[in-house]
């Protein structure tokens, strides 16, 4: 009797854990535009492995110095989730978390490490082919903190017919005068990863191509307002971050060109603790509009 006890717990308890969400850690696809393999990490929803559900995604992109695990290590990305889809708050996602590799997701300017072109034409693709998602822009989201949160703004509003929401937190957003200001080493260590040659810059020559090209305010000032639109955009900094200005502008930016959007100043910096208050006001925000292309 006692055995059969025994067998029958263990029973309950797998076929308990055959439902349960899972992350799969650092992960890697080959790239032949980068001739290197990127890491990812990946969170599957619960009862996916005994499901044929296609699910909706969402690319969270990590910050500078960050990586593949960040979300999943300081961010408390699984937990967040698990406990939003569980209450039924959002629909059950699959997300993908990719290695920014300290790139600002874009194309170094020499073109010897197209990063955006590979997360565009590669990555997307791929994780798609190998995981039951739904592939249309209706269902196909972009969101992350700092670097991130620029990344993830300028990827889904330069490519508007792909992504139909984007939650940025903290984005690594300056103006101008705040470029020109800025810190020779903090400077060099950030831009110069993706214009070698705008390293020692100073003043307004620090204003090249390749820094215009990363602006979303600029993007937002040169796009047709009415492409922008068709993405639906949230993001938030906090009061006390160095970001609080670039973020502020561009909600002017946004109002200026009467395009929809959420923007919320919170009370916190540039931390880890700001963004998992963040994540799932974000993921919150992506998930209505997931079910507001469904419902049109």
């Not at 693709?125 to 993830?152: C, D």
């Not at 955009?233 to 946004?254: A, M, P, R, V």
Request: with cysteine.
């Amino acid at each position: 009797m006692k055995s059969f006890i025994v067998l029958a717990l263990a029973l309950l308890v797998s076929v308990n854990c055959l439902g349960q969400s899972k992350v799969l850690q650092s992960l890697s696809m080959k790239s032949a535009l980068l001739n290197t393999s990127i890491k990812y990490s990946v969170y599957l929803p619960d009862n996916y492995d005994n499901s044929k559900t296609n699910y909706p995604v969402i690319y969270l992109l990590n910050g500078f110095t960050g990586n593949e695990t960040d979300w999943i290590m300081s961010g408390d990305m699984k937990a967040i989730t698990d406990q939003l889809i569980a209450s039924k708050t959002i629909d059950p996602m699959i997300i993908i978390m990719p290695d920014g590799d300290d790139r600002l997701y874009m194309n170094k300017n020499d073109g010897s490490y197209p990063y955006e072109d590979m997360f565009i034409t590669e990555l997307i693709p791929f994780v798609e082919k190998n995981y039951r998602i739904k592939s249309q822009k209706t269902s196909r989201a972009i969101s992350g903190l700092s670097m991130g949160g620029s990344g993830s703004l300028r990827l889904a509003l330069k490519y508007h017919t792909m992504f139909s929401a984007c939650a940025a937190f903290s984005a690594g957003i300056s103006t101008d005068d705040e470029i020109i200001a800025e810190d020779q080493q903090s400077f060099d260590s950030y831009f110069g990863r993706i214009a070698p040659a705008s390293k020692g810059k100073t003043g307004a020559d620090r204003l090249t191509e390749p820094v215009k090209d990363y602006d979303v305010l600029r993007l937002v000032n040169s796009k047709d307002a009415e492409l922008l639109k068709t993405v639906g955009i949230y993001f938030d900094c906090g009061d006390d971050d160095f970001l609080t200005t670039g973020n502020s502008q561009l909600h002017i930016e946004l109002v200026k060109h009467k395009i929809p959007h959420e923007f919320r100043i919170r009370d916190g910096g540039h931390t880890w603790e700001f963004w998992r208050e963040s994540l799932p006001i974000g993921l919150e925000f992506i998930n209505s509009i997931f079910q507001q292309k469904r419902i049109n």
